[in-house]
Nanobody, 123 residues
Framework: VQLQASGGGLVQAGGSLRLSCAASGRTFSMYVMGWFRQAPGKEREFVAVISRSGGTTYYTDSVKGRFTISRDNSKNTVYLQMNSLKPEDTAVYYC?????????????????WGQGTQVTVSS
């Protein structure tokens, strides 16, 4: 599956952004989808993940209550709604796809990646 992420930008602290990740192909519903981020000089880290049906989601502790992951299988798209943004959320955000039923948060098990979209939060 090929992924195309969009929706990043520059926002002030406390603001909101909605990221989208559009997937090609007809088997999007067979993929666990995740959002990850990578700040300069740091490793890629898990942000949120959603199961194939959308019924199960997990978040890293630092974004719980502020970020929401969702998916629309009819549109082959996964979203990340980010509210109450903080400067420490600044990073390049990547969507990843895992062709499996098991929901995992480790970046290395994801099969496909989008190109990344920059999110910058100013203080």
């Amino acid at each position: 599956v090929q992924l195309q992420a969009s929706g990043g930008g520059l926002v002030q602290a406390g603001g909101s952004l909605r990221l989208s990740c559009a997937a090609s192909g007809r088997t999007f519903s067979m993929y666990v989808m995740g959002w990850f981020r990578q700040a300069p000089g740091k490793e890629r880290e898990f942000v949120a993940v959603i199961s194939r049906s959308g019924g199960t989601t997990y978040y890293t502790d630092s974004v719980k209550g502020r970020f929401t992951i969702s998916r629309d299988n009819s549109k082959n798209t996964v979203y990340l709604q980010m509210n109450s943004l903080k400067p420490e959320d600044t990073a390049v955000y990547y969507c990843g796809a895992r062709n499996d039923i098991v929901v995992l948060t480790t970046p290395r098990v994801y099969d496909s990646w989008g190109q990344g979209t920059q999110v910058t939060v100013s203080s």
